[in-house]
């Protein structure tokens, strides 16, 4: 085994890969993974649950996630460690698990999971030695890749709210609090300038970076449920085709005023901690070619989105349909 070990195992120590979805996560994940020193599977999710059990708010469940938490709590206080040696105890865990899914010679694992932006700061916390890659993309290049691929061009950014406002709000806080043990960079200059670039993250883990690995990732395989099945299949080698194709996307007047609104909110404060200039970001929306097209559907769609987010249809459409088995339908805590 090469390398420092991971804290508690003997293990390979963690890499977390930390981005909103559609960011070219995979692109990045799968080039990491050609490294012969770094294994990877696809999206683990595998903290997600276990460091909600420090979190009162996010999460409702059968068995009532508020009263679990209350419960966790109460029991880490009678651990001589507290709170820190129950975060030790998960955190060793995980550390195994990563150790048992990876190859022999394996320096690092690498956990690639989108909604991991909701723990970051947790994570972090859990793991104080881990290695912590940020990955920035154009905020408009993100949610067209959202339209495009998770809905066919139909309006639909009312499903991804919590990881546009957010995902993207603790990402860059977290980022900006610790900019001294990460390494952040940004998908475009992955694909415009990748020998740079790659240098740079490869540096951040103390291993030697190869030009070839930029071809070789081909041939890294993700299969899951989880991942981004056209960034495996679309990209079998680093190109810079899609960087522009987001204003295929948001060019009726709908889209357009949602965008404005959205980068907006980001700020200048946040899109210089991601790496881009707010004024440029606008300027850029504004230059895209305005048409009317879809835009009744888009309207209708975002009228949708009000009560998908107030009613949450798919608890509804569960629970109708279990109501053959009245006893099982009851209130999520």
């Not at 709000?169 to 609090?177: D, K, Q, S, W």
């Not at 048409?291 to 989105?305: F, I, K």
Request: with cysteine; net charge neutral.
């Amino acid at each position: 085994m090469t390398g420092s070990p991971a804290q508690g195992t003997g293990g390979p120590g963690p890499v977390f890969l930390l981005s909103l979805p559609r960011s070219g996560s995979t692109l990045a994940q799968r080039i990491l993974a050609a490294h012969p020193e770094i294994h990877s599977t696809p999206e683990p999710w595998l903290l997600l649950p276990q460091l909600y059990t420090l979190k009162y708010r996010g999460a409702y469940a059968e068995y009532d996630h508020v009263a679990a938490a209350s419960a966790v709590e109460e029991f880490y206080g009678y651990l001589p460690g507290g709170r820190e040696e129950y975060v030790a105890g998960l955190r060793e865990m995980v550390l195994k698990l990563y150790e048992g899914v990876s190859p022999e010679g394996t320096r690092y694992f690498l956990d690639k999971t989108p909604r991991y932006h909701l723990i970051v700061d947790e994570i972090l916390a859990a793991f104080p030695d881990a290695k912590f890659v940020f990955l920035w993309r154009n905020p408009l290049a993100v949610a067209a890749s959202m339209i495009e691929t998770w809905a066919g061009g139909r309006w639909n950014l009312y499903r991804h709210k919590v990881d546009l406002f957010d995902g993207l709000e603790n990402l860059v806080a977290a980022c900006e609090a610790n900019s001294d043990r990460v390494c952040a960079v940004r998908y475009e200059d992955l694909v415009t300038a990748p020998e740079e670039s790659w240098h740079k993250v490869f540096g951040y883990l103390d291993l030697p970076f190869d030009g070839s690995m930029l071809e070789t990732f081909s041939s890294v395989e993700l299969k899951g449920r989880k991942g981004d099945p056209s960034g495996t299949r679309g990209y079998g080698r680093v190109v810079r085709e899609p960087l522009e194709r987001w204003r295929e996307s948001l060019g009726n007047p709908f889209r357009k005023a949602w965008c404005r609104r959205y980068l907006r909110w980001l700020g200048p404060e946040r899109a210089a901690v991601m790496g881009y200039d707010l004024d440029v970001l606008l300027e850029e929306l504004d230059s895209v070619k305005t048409s009317a097209q879809g835009t009744g559907s888009d309207l209708g769609r975002a009228g949708y989105g009000i009560l998908y987010d107030l009613l949450e249809p798919a608890i509804l459409r569960r629970k109708l349909g279990m109501l053959p088995q009245w006893r099982r339908v009851h209130a999520h805590k």
